[in-house]
């Protein structure tokens, strides 16, 4: 069993930066890949990115490659999203989740967080 808190969201102007995180509580978080997830007001949950275990695999989606990273500190049981040169479209409630392996799909992520709002003025 796997629970996850993000944290980080907020109010920014176009073109500035936040960081999410995601807390995660178990041991076996370590043997889990990690993905963020988007759900914009009115759309579907949509792929943001997702790291491997070891975090030496990432996957982005085409719309935040580029200006988009995530990367993970198993230590401290934490996957991070740094996101660089924000646009109004990035407007949405931030998911963070944990699978067997780097998918896009989230029907194939097993654990969820409770999501953070990030809004993007322009």
């Known amino acids: 069993q796997v629970q996850l808190v993000e944290s980080g969201g907020g109010l920014v102007q176009a073109g500035g930066s936040l960081r999410l995180s995601c807390a995660a509580s178990?041991?076996?978080?370590?043997?889990?890949?990690m993905g963020w997830f988007r759900q914009a007001p009115g759309k579907e949950r949509e792929f943001v990115a997702t790291?491997?275990?070891?975090?030496?695999?990432?996957n982005y989606a085409d719309s935040v490659k580029g200006r988009f990273t995530i990367s993970r500190d198993n230590a401290k049981n934490t996957v991070y999203l740094q996101m660089n040169s924000l646009k109004p479209e990035d407007t949405a409630v931030y998911y963070c989740?944990?699978?067997?392996?780097?998918?896009?799909?989230?029907?194939?992520?097993?654990?969820w967080g409770q999501g953070t709002q990030v809004t993007v003025s322009s």
């Open positions: 989740a944990a699978a067997e392996m780097t998918y896009s799909d989230d029907t194939r992520y097993k654990y």
């Open positions: 178990g041991r076996m978080f370590s043997s889990y890949a």
């Open positions: 790291i491997s275990w070891h975090g030496r695999s990432t």
